[in-house]
């Protein structure tokens, strides 16, 4: 480590202060209370200067407990995408079951997948002082996101407070963070493998989205096509989002322009139950025809029509150690736990049948 990184990871383990922010805008303490307040008039040029400066020092103004570092509000947060998708509410579940049994309450936060309000809300919740802070599911992992997600890290540890990763990948060694993953990439390069082992080589892998969740999964059916020697295919691999109707329409567009493929492995049932309906509506069998997988194992996998071979992932275990690891940190000291995943053979694979597109 470089003097440079533990000198500004000293700092970021100071809380920031009024005096911090007003020596940044080059202001007075009253000043920059004026402008967090919002309760005095206050030049714009001025409160642009306090403004950034806050943000620059990921200062937080302290509502419900202003100064006392040992209060805390006996509250988890849970933050995700949206409250709709199966798979965030079965993590949900286990987060909200470990925190009613540790006595804490549980607050449910959504960013619908915009990065600068998934920063709001994590600002509101260092607010209310929460115990831990727990971000679901995947996110676009660019340079400049997991810079400014390191410093709230270490701005919520000097809080007294604990960033939670949970289904997503770690911020980097030397941050405080608790990271409770799945192995995407081994569900993905098993699933893949299991559809090879059936015979399929031209297998599609559908809804891929721009998003740390989607790239392990990609690199997971890619490493299972190279260790059988078949040549990645892009023209495979299509695009899309979280949706029922994504699923649907990719695999209508498969079809209208006749790519060859015996096999759709949808990154989620939810977009693999959109396959199928496709697949159904062009009277293409399955998995007489085409066999099609899913991943999650959430409840509508048993309800589809096959039911739905999918890779199983244990929802409310993760919901449950992402709490558990937060709140107890003396007695987890390894604070990154990685769980397992299988694949669940049902009735929606088979081997590769004569239909051709």
């Known amino acids: 480590m470089t003097r440079r990184v533990a000198e500004g990871a000293d700092e ?6 009024v005096k911090d922010v007003a ?16 309760n005095y008039p206050v030049a714009a040029s001025t409160r642009m200067r306090v403004q950034r400066a806050a943000q620059e020092l990921d200062y937080v103004l302290n509502a419900s407990a202003r100064g006392l570092r040992s209060t805390n509000s006996n509250t988890v947060a849970f ?21 009613a049994e540790e006595g804490r309450l549980c607050l449910v936060c959504t960013t619908h997948n915009d990065p600068a309000r998934e920063v709001a809300v994590i600002n509101v919740l ?28 270490r701005s919520l540890d000097a809080e007294g407070s604990r960033l939670v990763l949970c289904g997503r990948p770690s ?30 080589e031209r297998i599609v892998l559908l809804g891929v989205e721009n998003q740390s969740t989607a790239a392990a999964r990609v690199a997971g059916y890619r490493r299972a096509l190279e260790s059988r020697g078949i040549p990645f295919d892009p023209e495979l691999v ?21 790519t060859a493929f015996t096999a759709v492995f949808a990154v989620t049932d939810i977009i693999a139950a959109g396959a199928l309906k496709a697949l159904r509506e062009a009277r293409v069998r399955v998995p007489e025809d085409v066999s099609v997988v899913g991943y999650d194992d959430i409840p509508l996998s048993l309800d589809l029509t096959p039911e739905l071979t999918t890779v199983h992932v244990p929802h409310e275990e993760l919901g449950r ?16 736990v990685k769980m397992g995943v299988h ?15």
Do not use: C
């Open 238 to 258: 299509v695009s899309g989002v979280h949706t029922r109707e994504s699923g649907y329409q990719g695999t209508r567009e498969l079809l209208s322009r006749g």
């Open 126 to 153: 260092r607010e209310q002082r929460v115990e831990a802070l727990i971000l679901v599911g995947g996110t676009v992992q660019t340079p400049e996101y997991v810079t400014r997600m390191a410093r709230l890290a």
């Open 23 to 38: 020596a940044r805008a080059g202001v007075s303490t009253a000043t920059v209370s004026r402008v967090l307040a919002g």
């Open 79 to 99: 933050v995700v995408a949206d409250v709709k998708g199966p798979f965030f509410a079965h993590i949900a579940d286990g987060v909200e079951q470990q925190a």
């Open 12 to 17: 970021a383990s100071k809380r920031v202060t």
């Open 171 to 200: 911020l980097g060694e030397d941050v405080p963070e608790t990271v409770v993953e799945y192995d995407n990439e081994g569900g993905a390069f098993a699933m893949t493998s299991y559809l090879l082992s059936l015979g399929h």
């Open 321 to 336: 150690a992402a709490v558990r690891l937060a709140l107890h940190r003396d007695r987890y000291p390894e604070q990154r």
């Open 343 to 357: 694949v669940v053979v049902r009735g929606s694979s088979g081997p590769v049948g004569t239909w051709r597109p």
